[in-house]
């Protein structure tokens, strides 16, 4: 059976979540930045025509937002994260085999469908427009880059109407497409190819199979014959385990106080700690990270220590006792800081824990059942309904977020109003 792959891509993710409950957003320029409201991470496609590039730090263009009306907000990542959720949910009811890839996008198998899929996926834009609020470009393609290839083409041209079946349209469509955008082609690759004159897609699929594999190796080659038509990437409908896991934020000001790093550093091990909870993991090492403010005087110290723990453990009050130990020790007084991440590596199934003789690591059940029912709470009243001490309570170092709409579906006291006029 020949395969065939949609991908969905959701048009200006986080510009397009804010519209979903501010309809006098549509048409005008949107632009959502980056955590402490430092660079521009989301776009809409008005706020594109101004000139506004991604990345660009804010304080850059605010004159063309402020000449212009532009609509600024800071990142509001319990609200997308829920929306993107909803999106994937309604895009399960068209197919059993769905990856989903990014927050924003997700590889549907259409294999075997006896019947138009520019139609079937013009239906699933329309359903996940009428219910969930986002507008959605689908490529459809025998391969995975392919559809890749086929959604940025219908994201760019709207004579297409969100939705792009490229077979039969490869020639046209891969001499459309840069080479630096095709999926799999990272920046290093792509300069090396535009020297060779390589410059978009189509010249990359034309290429010699040898010099591919010499100068791209076989993930290149790979590449190639995705472009080619033979499906070399298989989907993935079980997301793999992570084999590490980070969190960081950038604080809101400058931190001197190591009880305030201390406060971060735990809430940051909590978090991380969720997340190896939610693939049903443990990790056996703990690495703190401590960065100074990049305005101090010389240039900004990295400062790096790790801990292995006797026992892999999934629990949160383990890593938070590990964290802080390993800050104490990389903590010097003076300087400002900048930064604190929590990275806990060293991940293995919790079903296949190396016991330690002289270690027996805890109260090993009860401090699972302790986790579980926490997580249970906090994933049915909201993220933070019940934390650690350790992890503060005003937590004064907090990025920035001036500019943030309410958590409208993740929040019980910013439901939406409606009213009638």
Known sequence: MDRVFALVDCNNFYA??????????AGRPVVVLSNNDGCVIARSEEAKALGIRMGQPFF??????????????????PLYGDISRRVMETLSRFTPSIEFYSIDEAFLDLSGMERDLTAYCAAVRDTVLKWVGIPVSIGVGPTKTLAKAAAKAAKRDPSLGGVLDIRGREEETLASLEVEDVWGVGRRHARMLASCGIRTALDLRDAPVDWVRSRMTVTGLRTVMELRGV?????????PARKSIMCSRSFGRKVYALAELEEAASAYASRAAEKLRSQGCAASLVQV??????FNEGFPATRVCSGELPVATSSTP???RAAKALLRRIYVEGPAYWKVAVVLSGIVAR?????NLFSPGGRGGKDLALMEAVDTVNR???RGTLSFAACGFDRPWWMRQARRSAPFTTSWDHLPTARAI
Do not use: T
């Open 16 to 25: 397009s979540c804010e519209r979903v409950f501010d309809p006098r957003l």
């Open 351 to 355: 079903g296949a824990v190396q016991l």
């Open 231 to 239: 499906s070399c990437l298989r989907l993935d409908e079980v997301e």
């Open 318 to 320: 383990e890593f938070i």
């Open 60 to 77: 850059e263009c605010a004159h063309i937002a402020r000449l212009h009306g532009v609509h600024v907000f800071s990142s509001n990542f």
């Open 289 to 294: 990270v401590l960065i100074e403010f990049p």
């Open 380 to 382: 049915r009243w909201g």
